[in-house]
């Protein structure tokens, strides 16, 4: 590892040369990529390819050893304990099954990140929960319970629910994986829109419909590599890998 490589100030992710490992098993190797400031860019590749190591790594749930990598100012290599607060404040994690609080309504799920992140007004704390729930849609559904929402309306929530810190790089696992086309759609739209007030996205899918109607760069996962590819090759590399 050189310690001493400069990272782009306009990239808001960069990876050079590295290699993802789990149980020491090696899932991606050599992988060189960046993701521009406001960029948009879809992850694509099957099962077991190597798509959420590669977000874990991102968001500094698996350690980066072997390589050098930079997320939103955060070397990632050697990256304390300590420091993983200070480097998800500027992320925004979307997973695909929710992992929202059914015991509490809406507006409780998102007074919980705040607490958890340091805000303390609490009219501040009022006027973001209602700003970001405006922003996805549901301006209105503050007091509701998830389990009383359909699953694109729950998807809706843990979308606000990342958008709370406002995020310099929202991340998307498999964001439409269990939700019908036409709710899928809705859900790209909103990214559309969070995208075009400047938030940079990485979108982990296997919905290659929506890639061809949502057209941005394709990052593909196979065969242990990572490679940028255009939305006509997807269904050949599906056949190869």
């Given amino acids: 590892m050189q310690a001493n490589m400069k990272f782009s100030e306009d990239n808001v992710a960069e990876f050079a040369g590295v290699s993802l490992f789990q149980?020491?098993?090696?899932?991606?190797?050599?992988?060189?990529?960046?993701?521009?400031?406001?960029?948009?860019?879809?992850?694509?590749?099957?099962?077991?390819?190597?798509?959420?190591?590669?977000?874990?790594?991102?968001?500094?749930?698996?350690?980066?050893?072997?390589?050098?990598?930079?997320?939103?100012?955060?070397?990632?290599?050697?990256l304390k304990q300590s420091k993983l607060p200070a480097l998800r404040r500027h992320l925004g994690i979307i997973f695909q099954?929710?992992?929202?609080?059914?015991?509490?309504?809406?507006?409780?799920?998102?007074?919980?990140?705040?607490?958890?992140?340091?805000?303390?007004?609490?009219?501040?704390?009022?006027?973001?929960?209602?700003?970001?729930?405006?922003?996805?849609?549901?301006?209105?559904?503050?007091?509701?319970?998830?389990?009383?929402?359909?699953?694109?309306?729950q998807q809706r929530v843990v979308i606000a629910r990342a958008l709370l810190n406002e995020p310099k790089l929202l991340i998307a696992d498999e964001p439409t994986g269990n939700l019908d086309p036409e709710v899928s759609r809705g859900i790209m739209e909103i990214f559309r829109e969070i995208n075009k007030q400047g938030t940079a996205?990485?979108?982990?899918?296997?919905?290659?419909?929506?890639?061809?109607?949502?057209?941005?760069?394709?990052?593909?996962?196979?065969n242990g590599l990572l490679k940028e590819v255009k939305a006509e090759d997807l269904a050949n590399l599906i056949a190869v890998y």
């Fill in 97 to 153: 099954d929710f992992q929202l609080f059914y015991d509490r309504n809406v507006y409780d799920n998102l007074l919980f990140v705040l607490k958890s992140t340091g805000w303390t007004d609490k009219l501040k704390i009022k006027n973001r929960i209602s700003e970001v729930l405006i922003q996805v849609g549901l301006g209105q559904a503050g007091m509701k319970f998830p389990h009383k929402l359909s699953g694109g309306e």
């Fill in 201 to 222: 996205l990485i979108i982990a899918t296997h919905n290659h419909f929506l890639i061809r109607e949502y057209p941005h760069r394709i990052l593909h996962c196979g």
């Fill in 23 to 78: 149980d020491q098993n090696l899932i991606l190797d050599e992988i060189t990529f960046s993701i521009g400031k406001g960029e948009m860019v879809y992850l694509t590749g099957k099962t077991g390819a190597g798509k959420s190591t590669l977000l874990r790594s991102i968001y500094g749930d698996l350690h980066v050893d072997h390589g050098q990598a930079c997320v939103v100012g955060f070397t990632l290599h050697n």
